[in-house]
């Protein structure tokens, strides 16, 4: 059985997201959307929220589980039988960013990196750039499913 990962924080879950994680499931018998739970980093969702958040997003697709993990990614690849980590890229920066980490888990395990280029309509979308859009009273909804937007809605009213 071949098994990817697609690591990140998700903070939120975007439909740039869903996109490479739908057609990650389309190429992998099993895909683990895996999580990163790092305490000391600030997120505006707990890792709990995102776990939730992403378990509904990915709930069309059949074959994805989501965990989360702290830690290497390697580490949770082989704890996982995991034999692929699957990443988008939106621009050549993406590619400068991604390219030494992906040679460092080749060399650490047998894991291999996949890259695949986001999707035209959604080379644009980060989290960081939809949650400062939504503070600033911008319009996300074309970004995001319709239950994060409520989320990040509900988290911006209560600061």
């Known amino acids: 059985m071949s098994r990817?990962?697609?690591?990140?924080?998700?903070?939120?879950?975007t439909n740039g997201h869903l996109d490479i994680i739908g057609r990650t499931s389309r190429l992998f018998d099993?895909?683990?959307?895996?999580?990163?739970?790092?305490?000391?980093?600030?997120?505006m969702f707990t890792s709990d929220e995102r776990l939730e958040m992403l378990e509904?997003?990915?709930g069309p697709f059949d074959n994805v589980r989501v965990a989360g993990f702290t830690g290497l990614v390697t580490d949770f690849c082989t704890e996982?039988?995991?034999?692929?980590?699957?990443?988008?890229l939106r621009a050549a920066t993406d590619f400068d960013?991604?390219?030494?980490?992906?040679?460092?888990?080749?060399?650490?395990?047998?894991?291999?990196?996949?890259?695949?280029?986001?999707?035209?309509?959604?080379?644009?979308?980060s989290s960081s750039l939809?949650?400062?859009?939504?503070?600033?009273g911008g319009d996300v909804s074309a970004f995001v499913p319709s239950f994060v937007l409520d989320a990040l809605r509900a988290r911006l009213?209560?600061?």
């Open 30 to 43: 099993e895909v683990v959307v895996a999580v990163g739970v790092n305490a000391s980093k600030n997120r």
């Open 56 to 58: 509904e997003a990915c």
């Open 130 to 136: 939809v949650k400062e859009v939504a503070a600033l």
């Open 4 to 13: 990817a990962v697609c690591p990140g924080s998700f903070d939120p879950v």
């Open 80 to 88: 996982h039988d995991v034999q692929a980590i699957v990443k988008g």
């Open 157 to 159: 009213a209560d600061r």
């Open 97 to 125: 960013y991604e390219m030494p980490m992906a040679q460092m888990n080749a060399a650490l395990t047998d894991v291999q990196t996949v890259f695949l280029p986001t999707a035209t309509g959604t080379s644009f979308v």
